[in-house]
């Protein structure tokens, strides 16, 4: 079963504009990951957030994690149009030496010129 | 570095023929891992090796699904014989082992069709 629930599964804003995507998840972490797609592409690491860790910035990207919520939120500031595509959330489980990640089901944004 | 490679990048076969899907990873990553990703079911790990042995597979779909990793840069993804159900985008990635803290690297996956 999926691990991970973004949302929403779909957002569209105007250039300029902040977007936030949130994603759940069920079981204890090691880490949580945020990637981007483009359409028709492979996957793109963006940003890794510890499960001690509560935010972390990379260039335009902040993301929160909150473990007691097993919840966690990618904010994209001033949002261009390239930034575009499908965004997905990954979890490393604590559970033992695994480097098997699961990803959620995505959200989709659309930012207009 | 040229990234993750994967061949073909489309193919388009018939029901019943055998598929072979095939993946160079990045060099100096230890971990390889195969994914399909559809519209329904979305970002599916298939199998995943490590120092190219097969470390979880629970994933791999039936027995028509198999997966190889003869050497550290290539593996294989067969599916035979192929089903329209099988129809998909099958990714590869790669990482280096820098256990917890492992990123993955996807390559620009294949697009299968099966009529």
């Known amino acids: 079963s999926q691990q991970g629930e973004e949302d929403p599964q779909a957002l569209s804003i105007q250039e300029g504009e902040n977007a936030t995507m949130n994603c759940s998840y069920k079981?204890?972490?090691?880490?949580l990951q945020w990637y981007r797609q483009n359409s028709g592409r492979g996957l793109v690491h963006l940003i890794l957030?510890?499960?001690?860790?509560r935010e972390k910035h990379s260039g335009r990207l902040r993301v929160t994690l909150d473990t007691s919520k097993k919840s966690s939120s990618l904010l994209i500031t001033a949002s261009r149009a390239a930034d575009t595509a499908s965004y997905f959330c990954?979890?490393?489980?604590?559970?033992?030496?695994?480097?098997?990640?699961?990803f959620g089901t995505g959200t989709l944004l659309a930012v207009q010129p | 570095d040229a990234g993750v490679i994967q061949s073909p990048r489309h193919e388009v076969t018939e029901m019943g023929q055998e598929v072979t899907l095939r993946c160079k990873p990045i060099?100096?990553?230890?971990?390889l891992f195969w994914y399909r990703q559809t519209m329904m079911r979305g970002l599916e790990l298939l199998i995943y090796?490590?120092?190219?042995?097969?470390?979880?597979d629970s994933g791999m779909p039936e027995d028509r699904f198999s997966a190889k990793m003869p050497n550290a840069s290539f593996s294989t993804l067969k599916i035979q014989p192929s089903e329209p159900r099988d129809s998909a985008v099958y990714f590869c990635?790669?990482?280096?082992?820098?256990?917890?803290?492992?990123?993955?690297?996807f390559g620009p996956g294949t697009r299968l069709l099966v009529l």
């Open positions: 090796f490590n120092n190219n042995v097969p470390i979880d």
């Open positions: 990954a979890t490393l489980g604590d559970g033992g030496a695994t480097n098997k990640l699961i």
């Open positions: 957030i510890r499960s001690n860790e």
């Open positions: 060099s100096g990553h230890n971990s």
């Open positions: 990635a790669s990482s280096q082992d820098r256990w917890p803290e492992e990123t993955q690297y």
């Open positions: 079981t204890s972490i090691n880490n």
